[in-house]
């Protein structure tokens, strides 16, 4: 599967952005997808995870209750909705997909990546 991130941008801070991943294939519904970020200097790091069926959903506490992460398999499809972005929020944002069904929080749970859009949150 090949994955397409887009959306990032240059946002104020407590400002809004959506990204999405546009997935090829016709086995995207029976993935498990993430999105992970990775600011300079620092390790990619788990953001947000969701089943393969989008009836479970997982975030980092960094993120929990500002960011959403929701999936269309018709439209091969999965978004991560991003409100009151913080300055740390900063970062290259990845999505992933895994051929397990559920969800994930690991970099090593996933096999394939997308190219990473850039997220700038300034003050």
């Known amino acids: 599967v090949q994955l397409q991130a887009s959306g990032g941008g240059l946002v104020q801070a407590e400002g809004s952005l959506r990204l999405s991943c546009a997935a090829s294939?016709?086995?995207?519904?029976?993935?498990?997808m993430g999105w992970f970020r990775q600011a300079p200097g620092k390790e990619r790091e788990f953001v947000a995870t969701?089943?393969?069926?989008?009836?479970?959903?997982y975030y980092a506490d960094s993120v929990k209750g500002r960011f959403t992460i929701s999936r269309d398999n018709a439209k091969n499809t999965v978004s991560l909705q991003m409100n009151s972005l913080k300055r740390e929020d900063t970062a290259v944002y990845y999505c992933a997909a895994r051929t397990g069904r559920y969800i994930a929080t690991r970099t090593h749970d996933y096999e394939y990546w997308g190219q990473g859009t850039l997220v700038t949150v300034s003050s």
């Open positions: 969701i089943a393969w069926n989008g009836g479970t959903t």
């Open positions: 294939g016709r086995t995207f519904s029976s993935y498990g």
